[in-house]
C-alpha cells in the first residue's frame, strides 16, 4: 500500500495566515471599527512622523495671529486657528499627541507589565504571597485613583516620570485581579493537569497554556484602559498637576484656552475633540476585539469567513 503524502494535502497547511485574514474580514464587515482603527493610524502616525516636522510651528511665537479663527488664508498651519500666543493649534494638535500618546501607552504598559506578573502570582499561589498581593491591591483600589493621582504629583511635583508612574499605580489592580481570576480558572482545566502530570514545570504551563488564553482579555482591557487613561491624564493637566511648559499635552491646552472660551473657542474645542475622537476610537476598537477574539461570539463573523 502506498504512502500518502500528507504535507500536499489541504489540511496540513498552516492555518495562522487564515486567522489573519479572518481577523481583517471582521474589521473590514464592522465599519464603525473599521473607521476607529483608520483613525488610530493616521493618529500614531502623525504623532510618530508629523510631530518632529512640526516642532518649529508648535513653538513659535505670532502675535499677529494671536486668537486667529481657523482660516485658509493664514496658509495650512493656521487651517485650525491660532493659540493666545499665535501658535498653530494644528501643529501643536499633532505635537501634542506625540506627548499624551507617549504618557498613555507607557503607563498602560507599566501597569499591565506588573499587574499581568503580580495576578500571576497571586493566582499560581494561594498561600500568604497571594493574600499579601490581594490585601496590597485592595489598599490602592480604597482610594479614588483621581484623588491619588492629585496628591501624589502635589508630593512629588509634576513631572512626565511622576506622571507615568502614578497612572500606572492606579491601573495596576484592574489587570492583576482579571489576571488572578483567569489563572484560578484556567488552571482546573484538564489540559493543565494533563500537561502537569506528563513533568511539565510551572514555567511552562504559564508560557504555554496560561499566558495564550489570558493575552486576549488583556489586550481588550489595555484598549480600555488606554482610553482611561488619555482621559485622566488630561484632567490633571487640566488642574495644572500634569505636564508643565514647554512641554504639553492635548489636556494642557485644554486648560490654556479655557480663559478664551467666549472669544475664541477653538482654543479649548480642538484639542477636547481630539480627546473625545481617539476615546470613542479605543472605545469601538476594543468592543470589536471583544467580539473576535471571545469563541463564543465568533459565529458573527462565520458568514463573512466562509
Known sequence: MSQIDHSSTPL???????????????????????????????????????????????????MAMRNAPPQLSGGWAYLLGGDNLGRSLLARLVVGSRTTLGIAASAVICSMVIGATLGLIAGLRSGIVGDVIMRVTDVI????????ALIVLYL????????????????IPVYLRTVRAEVLEIRR??????????????????????LPLI????LTIASVDF???????????FLGLGIQPPTFTWGAMVATGRAYLTQAWWVTFFPGL???????????LSNWLRLVTDPNQRWRFAKGGK
Open 189 to 210: 482545566r484538564p489540559f493543565v493537569n494533563a500537561a502537569r502530570s506528563m513533568g511539565a514545570s510551572e514555567f511552562w504551563v504559564v508560557r504555554h497554556h496560561l
Open 227 to 237: 482610553a482611561a487613561v488619555i482621559i485622566a491624564e488630561s484632567g490633571l493637566s
Open 156 to 171: 512629588l511635583g509634576p513631572s512626565v516620570a511622576n506622571l507615568v508612574l502614578v497612572l500606572a499605580i492606579t491601573r
Open 274 to 284: 481630539a480627546i473625545m475622537l481617539t476615546t470613542l476610537s479605543l472605545t469601538l
Open 141 to 148: 483600589m480604597s482610594f479614588p485613583a483621581l484623588l491619588t
Open 12 to 62: 496540513a497547511r498552516p492555518a495562522k495566515g487564515r486567522g489573519t485574514m479572518r481577523i481583517l474580514r471582521a474589521l473590514v464587515q464592522d465599519r464603525a471599527a473599521m473607521i476607529a482603527a483608520c483613525f488610530l493610524v493616521l493618529l500614531i502616525l502623525s504623532a510618530t512622523l508629523g510631530a518632529s516636522l512640526l516642532a518649529s510651528h508648535a513653538s513659535g511665537v505670532n
Open 215 to 218: 493575552l486576549p482579555t488583556l
